[in-house]
């Protein structure tokens, strides 16, 4: 059984958001037990698998940026889903789809192994207290399910304001022998999150960890 990794919310959904769930012209993919042909969903493109998106800003500013890299956003929350659709949609873009659903179990019965270049996984849920800790998306498990689905060279990056949990982040991922690296300056290249610039005006310390797919021998 798959242990959540989220909490549900009930959020409002606008009618701005619902239309853009309504009319996703291909952008929104059914959750399923089928496997994804990500070659035909992308026409061939590298593509890189996001794990909770938000409002889906910086999801689409990096595929705006990045036009030869496809994005397979995940996310449980449908008024982020909608949000998502609409920015997509107003700019045009061919590069990204959305999935409504957790993002463990689509890599784990939709995706094939070694079908992704990259993952994404920025400010997911800290799980604070001891006894949620189970219930963080980086543990030994979900370490070895998302490499098994990421290409030899590929990369798993990671951002987070609970220092305790970046350490316990990197304390997973060192002792696998599919990923190596660790903490590393913050990306220019990586869009400010609406929840990245709360924590930053509380002070929190806001940490990327970078990790590369390792070959097991």
Partial sequence: MTIR??????GRVSKRQAAAIG????????????????VEVFGGLPVVLEIGFGTGSATVTMAA???DLGILAVDVHTPGIGDLLYRAREKHLKNIRAIAGDGLVVADQMLLESALA????????????????????VTPANAALLASRTTVGGFW????DWQPYAEQVQEVLDASRQWTGGVIPRPTDRPVTKYETTAIHQRRKVTDLWFRRTEVC
């Fill in 118 to 137: 990259g993952i994404r996984t920025f400010f997911p849920d800290p799980w604070p207290k001891a006894r949620h800790h189970k219930r963080r998306l």
């Fill in 157 to 160: 990056h990671l951002a987070t």
């Fill in 23 to 38: 009319d996703a012209d291909g952008l929104l993919l059914p959750a399923s037990e089928e496997l994804l042909d990500l």
């Fill in 65 to 67: 940026t990045a036009p």
């Fill in 5 to 10: 990794t989220y909490i549900p919310r009930r």
